[in-house]
């Protein structure tokens, strides 16, 4: 092979190769290539457990609400936005179980995010969620958990480790078999 | 207003597209009024767009809440002085920002094209013009800024408090700027490959403009950075965020350009390498605007969900594609006029610092995107944090600093031993003393120590030049020594500039490796009257004071700030609390010395009158911000136009004598 030709492979293999992971991560966030990623594939991830980032989040409706405050209980934090489909989709599985779970140490904390505020109470309002969301305006918790797309839920056991993430729209099974792995039954 | 605004706009577009077709079609069909009358065109649509511009100003400032963007980004309570943020606060205004200063720049830099570049140059402005037509084709059709409302609002929905900040004036309009301006050098380098110029003719321009741009995206980078640190209230400035990578590796693009470029100045050299380096400069530039308009990987700079990602990313893969084919299109032509004579000369220095930041780029580039690998091998996705990107490229960072102490010092062609040795011995022994002094005080990180001594390295050598320049003229012409150091800096700007440049950068080396290292953090709630010690402070809170205000309730807590029993500073730490948005924004109390910076910021204020308070000790994070102008009148030193003369030739492997350069005029 000429120079030439290793130069045409050694550029262009890499140059395609990053064009199409990013055609693809566009294609694979569902219709919203433009914007921010929507998780539209229940995924799991690992990581290693460690104390979950503290954070006090003011919430829609008012008040405010500080996760170490939570300590005891296994709590889910959910990222989402009014405008993403698989979050809207899965709203009611989540006021189920956060009902069903009523009484027990458990909590559910919803995080608005990437989001207009308004848009946001008019979801909260459609959807009748009753556990307590607030709206993080500046990204700062988006950030600090790493969240990469929506819905994106965070599990934080009763000593405040975090314990696992969840990507991707939950059926109400997966979600209450997670919390009741989490609660040791 | 929004009628003209618009109007402006498609004229422009049309103007800009005429451009394009017609700088070719004249060059090839060898009509020089054709060619002419294309750059009238793309003179023109500068002034449309300067047009648009105003109007959009003027629909602001008139509070036209008929225009859907005024609406969305501004409200009646916004001081006038917002109106230059919230023009760029979207999607719709940043793109005809972007424009606009695409266009004056293509002006500039065309109407100021040197001589020898002619040839080329209807090639060079087809390809800045092509963009520019990109840019306004986006902005008319998906994102106008003077799209109306179907009724009229009675008030806006205000500007995003996060962008009320002085750093915001700058910070976002210096990176797109910046990152637009690649398109400059980029379009010199293409215009000369499809012209079959493949010589030196476009350096100058190249090298002008590239420094314009490096410029550009690092006061860009640096006053995020500042706007990070004082407002958000994290007590950090960098976060290795997917969208600040997007705009950093750009900037290791052209700072291997405009180093690299030199090489060809001076020696013909590296021609090829040249076009390789502002492509790729190119392509990350095209790469983190497709970021910041919704790339695949959302940060907190996303401009918020838009359809424009597909465009954009349509945009980077045609934007490396093309080039790439021209490249290879043009390779045979592209021969350097001299081999590289050794790899003890400034010429390999220079290759080696091109190849570590080339690297750095590659690694932010592969962090950015191996979460996306990560979900193509497996269910699980992995991101990549800070961790990574510090044990990558703290260690090529320490390198390239290293090579910024020796590049300058070593001789063009061929170094020889001895010479190296007296030249190098000074700063080895200012770094090496720099590093035992530290050790013998008791620091004992190994990592900052090296850091530390190869600032004292750089820093030394640097100022072991200007010594042995200044005295020179000293001597040579009796100037005294004030005088002969400032003509010293004029007889040879681009050297001297580039030092103050580095001197810059050892200085944002410093607050980086302090804060890194050194800082300290504490988390702490206080009643009034109760006290708090952080390192050497003792911190009295005093009180806060709650008002009211328009939009706001403004939250201000008064801290004294005492050291040994003395008061040094009473200092007032605020948040702003925004119902409209029921977000807050802080603005930490600093108390800033070259020492450290004593950082107080107020996280929560409880209804009982007590505050929760972050408050850190950052050692010497005030060079980092200082560097901001030491950087800009370096690269203004170096970019002064100087009288023109006939290019410098290298003579034989001597090293140059420092002070006034052997020029061949």
Redesign the interface.
């Known amino acids: 092979m000429t120079k030439?030709s290793w130069?045409?492979l050694g550029?262009?293999v890499p140059?395609a190769a990053?064009?199409a992971?990013?055609?693809?991560?566009?294609i694979?966030?569902g219709g919203?290539?433009?914007?921010?990623?929507v998780n539209s594939d229940l995924?799991?991830?690992?990581f290693e457990a460690g104390p979950a980032m503290d954070f006090?989040l003011?919430l829609?409706g008012g008040g405010?609400l500080k996760l170490s405050d939570l300590r005891g209980k296994v709590v889910m934090v959910d990222f989402w936005a009014a405008?993403c489909p698989p979050c809207r989709a899965e709203a009611p599985a989540l006021a189920r179980v956060y009902e069903e779970f009523q009484g027990q140490p458990v909590e559910f904390v919803g995080v608005d995010i990437?989001d207009n505020?308004g848009d946001a109470e008019i979801f909260l309002l459609q959807e009748g969620q009753s556990y307590p969301n607030g709206?993080d305006?500046?990204?700062?918790v988006?950030?600090d958990y790493?969240?990469?797309?929506i819905p994106e839920k965070y599990f934080i056991g009763p000593d405040g480790s975090l314990l696992k993430k969840l990507?991707g729209p939950l059926t109400e099974t997966v979600l209450r078999d997670t919390i009741n792995e989490l609660l040791g039954r | 207003m929004s009628e003209l605004g618009a109007l402006s706009l498609w004229i422009a577009l049309a103007l800009a597209a005429y451009s394009t077709v017609g700088s070719v079609a004249g060059k090839l069909r060898l009509s020089p009024a054709l060619v002419e009358s294309a750059q009238s065109a793309m003179y023109a649509a500068g002034l449309a767009l300067l047009v648009a511009t105003l109007s959009l100003v003027i629909a602001f400032i008139s509070r036209d809440f008929e225009i859907a963007y005024v609406a969305a980004h501004s409200d009646l309570a916004m001081p006038y002085r917002f109106t230059w943020v919230a023009f760029y606060a979207g999607n719709e205004g940043s793109l005809l920002y972007i424009a606009t200063v695409l266009s004056i720049m293509s002006a500039i830099a065309v109407w100021r094209a040197p001589e020898k570049f002619k040839d080329a140059l209807p090639y060079t402005t087809a390809v800045l013009m092509l963009t520019l037509t990109f840019f306004l084709a986006v902005t008319a059709v998906m994102a106008n800024p003077f799209d109306k409302l179907s009724f009229v609002p009675l008030d806006g929905d205000g500007i995003n408090p996060?962008l009320t900040h002085f750093g915001m004036f700058f910070h976002p309009p210096a990176l797109m700027a910046g990152l637009i301006g690649i398109t400059v050098p980029f379009a010199f380098a293409m215009g000369s490959l499809l012209a079959g110029k493949t010589g030196d003719e476009w350096v100058d321009a190249g090298r002008v403009w590239g420094m314009i741009s490096w410029v550009l995206l690092a006061s860009g980078l640096l006053l995020g950075s500042w706007w990070a640190y004082t407002i958000?209230g994290?007590g950090g400035f960098w976060?290795w965020?997917p969208v600040e990578n997007a705009a950093f590796m750009p900037w290791l693009g052209i700072t291997a350009f405009i180093h690299s470029i030199m090489v060809q100045k001076r020696r013909g050299m590296f021609r090829m390498w040249n076009i390789i380096l502002i492509n790729v400069a190119f392509?990350l530039a095209l790469y983190g605007m497709?970021m910041n308009?919704?790339?695949?990987?959302?940060?907190?700079h996303?401009f918020?969900?838009?359809?424009?990602?597909?465009i954009f990313?349509l945009f980077?893969?045609v934007g490396?594609?093309v080039p790439?084919a021209i490249f290879?299109w043009r390779?045979?032509l592209l021969k350097s006029a001299q081999n590289l004579d050794s790899m003890l000369s400034r010429e390999a220095a220079f290759l080696v610092n091109n190849l570590l930041l080339l690297a750095i780029a590659f690694v932010t580039l592969w962090g950015t995107?191996y979460?996306?690998?990560s979900?193509?091998t497996s269910?699980?996705?992995?991101?990549v944090?800070r961790p990574f990107y510090d044990q990558v490229n703290g260690p090529l960072m320490l390198a390239l600093i290293f090579l910024m102490g020796v590049g300058p010092l070593i001789p063009w062609r061929k170094a020889g031993m001895a010479s190296l040795r007296k030249t190098l011995l000074p700063p080895a022994v200012g770094g090496l003393a720099t590093v035992a002094i530290l050790a013998s005080l008791g620091l004992h990180k190994e990592f900052a120590l090296l850091a530390f001594g190869l600032a004292a390295f750089v820093t030394s050598g640097i100022l072991m030049e200007w010594y042995r320049g200044t005295r020179s003229r000293h001597r040579g012409s009796g100037e005294n020594y004030a005088t002969a150091f400032l003509r010293l800096i004029m007889a040879n700007r681009p050297r001297y500039g580039g030092y103050i440049v580095h001197l810059s950068i050892v200085m944002v080396t410093l607050g980086i490796v302090g804060t890194s290292f050194f800082s300290t953090q504490r988390d702490v709630v206080l009643s009034p009257g109760e006290s708090t010690v952080v390192g050497d402070y003792e911190l009295v809170f005093l009180g806060t004071v709650e008002t009211p205000k328009g939009n706001r309730t403004e939250f201000i807590s008064t801290v004294q700030v005492f050291r040994d029993g003395d008061l040094l500073e009473t200092v007032r730490a605020k948040r702003d609390f925004y119902p409209?948005?029921?977000?807050?924004a802080t603005t930490a109390a600093i108390r800033s010395t070259p020492v450290e910076d004593l950082y107080i910021v107020p996280?929560?204020n409880l209804p009982d009158g007590r505050v929760g308070f972050r408050i850190l000790v950052n050692p010497l994070i005030w060079w980092m911000w200082v560097a901001g102008p030491v950087m800009m009148v370096g690269t203004v030193i170096a970019l002064w136009p100087q009288k023109i003369r006939a290019p410098v030739p290298v003579p034989g492997p001597r090293r140059f004598a420092s002070g006034p350069r052997p020029s061949a005029a």
Do not use: C, H, K
């Open positions: 030439r130069i045409v550029g262009g140059l990053l064009i992971l990013l055609t693809w991560a566009s694979s966030t919203n290539p433009g914007g921010l990623a995924v799991e991830s690992r006090e003011d829609i405010t405008w990437w505020i709206f305006a500046s990204g700062v988006a950030i790493g969240v990469r797309g990507s | 996060l958000l994290w976060f965020d392509g497709f308009r919704g790339g695949s990987v959302p940060s907190v996303s918020g969900a838009s359809q424009l990602g597909w990313l980077l893969a490396i594609a790439f290879i390779y045979p995107v979460p996306l690998v979900r193509l269910d699980t996705e992995i991101t944090a409209s948005f029921n977000m807050a996280s929560e």
